[in-house]
């Protein structure tokens, strides 16, 4: 891909992601580096280059639609790596993913969406594979923190030739806010699963997303609802976890991760992530409500999609898409993720994932801007296809986050 006219393409540079994203980049990207933004409306474009100003005031804009393949087809000719935050994904990222594979060119994006990321795997593939492309979905605080600390559990356990994982919990504290954005594409899924009931399965089962379900692990019931005391994950916690709202996706994330890396995780590795309730006295009714209310929620959005007037209702009473935490909220969040895991020598680690700023959006903007840079710049693993971020770029990607002011690391307990 010598010849591209471009090293990145952001596309989506209007949306509210798309232009942090697109800050990011103008301050990070190398000397040199021939970047170019994408999206619906020219003169949105515009605006979003004047604002960055210094070395972006020189990025192309380029015209392209989700709606309109011919556009993406152009797009994905033009350049050898295209960073997407166009969301919802299921309803309109598959034509630039298959633009991608057939062009062979690296792609990255944002998803939280398990149905878009199964829809990659059977539609874009076995392409992807032919041309060399690598297609790496989730690349932000979905899922991100969750993949790389696994794999930097994995590539720990055999430095110390301490055998393979096994039982591996991860625990998330964080401060941040939420956008329509992010809860448009639960919509878009639940009205996927309203359409087409068989879809359920995708969300539900640990595995579909596995690259051969016949090598699977056989380690019994694994689930996302939590509920319990913190020291029974580990002595070192105290206080209640519950259920994190996105271990739905990511731990099917880092399972795919393990099957594309040729199960080198282990095939005992049981693995499944919550969040912290905190350690006060009203930290099991905070923990209980947390849980209850992400299966109430669910269950109501579900209820709601299946017809019209449940869907208005839900435009009337959820933020809007496009919308999201405010600059002092993004400035002052943060994110801590520590991953308990065992062996089976019988060795104990813990990792650590760290960063400030908003988790899905000002730390999101660090983590898919560094992943675009991997792609564009870095020597990576041979493997093409649909990918993962620990298995597309695992080492140069966790070097990259480590200079770019996030804390990763594993200890030995």
Known sequence: MT???????LFGATGFVGALTAAYLAGAAPAGAR????????DKLARVRAELGGVAAEWPLLQADSTDQRSLDDLAARTRVVVSTVGPYLRYGLPLVRACAQAGTHYADLTGEP?????????AQETAVATGARIVNSCGYDSIPSDLSVYQLYR???ADNTGELTDTTLVAWLKGGMSGGTIDSARAMMEAVAADPGKARVLSHPYSLSPDPALDPEVGRQTDQALQRASAIDGSLDGWVSTFVMAAHNTKIVRRSNGLLGWVYGKNFRYREVMSAGRSRTAPLVAAGMAGGIVAATAAGAVLSRVSAGRRLLDRVLPAPGTGPSEKARRTGWFTMKTFAHTTSGAKYVATFAGTGDPGYQATSVLLGESGLCLAYDALPPQTGILTPAAAMGDALTERLRAAGMTIGVERA
């Not at 970047?35 to 020219?42: D, F």
């Open 3 to 9: 010849d591209r006219e471009f090293d990145l393409v």
């Open 115 to 123: 149905l878009f990321v199964r829809d990659c795997i059977d539609q």
């Open 156 to 158: 720990r356990t055999v």
């Open 35 to 42: 970047i170019a933004l994408a999206g619906r409306s020219p």
